[in-house]
């Protein structure tokens, strides 16, 4: 009950700090972001660990805060490090959703076409505003981003929810390099989507991890009873094999 009561205790905080830090970004209070804004992801992770949830997504998370952290210094090779950091953290999200997503099947190659092609325009349209040095790693970067938002609509609606959020995200923060027109108070729409986005993926992931299994919509609406049974030992033996069968 005390691990319980902690948990709760980290989320009610990573909830507090981004009110804090969200805030400060509408206020111009530079300080307090950037003082907010790497503790957020820790928080989530101390979460993750107190609900007895993977090591594996609490890395990611902490990865975030690595991304969190050297974007916030900025500036050329800090930048990329900071790219990188996240890159490795969507490379743990799809180990994620690789142990405990569905197979997939038409859904997924209708949902993966939509992201491939979203992806490329995307990048089209932000190559000629990038600097050159950073044309390739930001076209690589959202490729595996995409990759990771693609995966996570294997698993809960949340990690789907999550994953696009993620995208978007990333998606405004790129505009800025691109040096698009912006919205007023940008980096709040950034942050705003992507604590959003973190959240939905820890979430769907925490909900999936506690079946300790594949977890999948179509799963979670079936009755453990499986097909209705009817008399006769021919009819009992099929209805036995086809429990066995692994799910579509």
């Not at 990188?84 to 209708?110: D, E, I, K």
């Not at 993620?166 to 505009?175: G, H, Q, V, W």
């Not at 390099?177 to 992931?205: K, N, R």
Request: proline residues 6%; contains cysteine; charged residues 10%.
């Amino acid at each position: 009950m005390n691990r319980d009561r902690a948990a709760t205790a980290a989320l009610a905080a990573f909830g507090a700090t981004a009110v804090v830090h969200l805030s400060a970004l509408l206020a111009g209070a530079t300080l307090l972001a950037h003082v907010t804004k790497p503790a957020l992801m820790p928080l989530l992770a101390a979460h993750v660990l107190l609900r007895g949830g993977p090591p594996l997504l609490a890395g990611a998370l902490l990865l975030g805060c690595g991304g969190d952290t050297l974007l916030q210094v900025g500036g050329g090779t800090v930048f990329l490090l900071g790219m990188g950091s996240f890159a490795a953290g969507h490379v743990c999200y799809l180990l994620l959703f690789a142990r405990h997503g569905s197979p997939g099947g038409a859904r997924t190659y209708r949902l993966a076409a939509l992201y491939a092609a979203a992806w490329l325009t995307v990048v089209v349209l932000l190559w000629p505003g990038l600097d050159g040095e950073l044309r390739v790693p930001v076209a690589f970067y959202s490729l595996l981003l995409t990759a990771m938002a693609l995966g996570a609509t294997r698993a809960r609606l949340l990690s789907g929810a999550g994953g696009a959020l993620f995208l978007l995200s990333d998606t405004l923060l790129a505009s800025g390099l691109a040096e698009w027109p912006q919205a007023p108070a940008p980096q709040f729409w950034v942050m705003l989507t992507y604590i959003a986005a973190q959240w939905l993926l820890t979430q769907g992931v925490l909900l999936c991890h506690g079946g300790h299994h594949v977890c999948t919509e179509e799963e979670a609406g079936r009755s453990p009873a499986g097909p209705s049974t009817r008399r006769g030992s021919g009819q009992s033996r099929t209805a036995a094999r086809a429990s066995t069968m692994p799910k579509p």
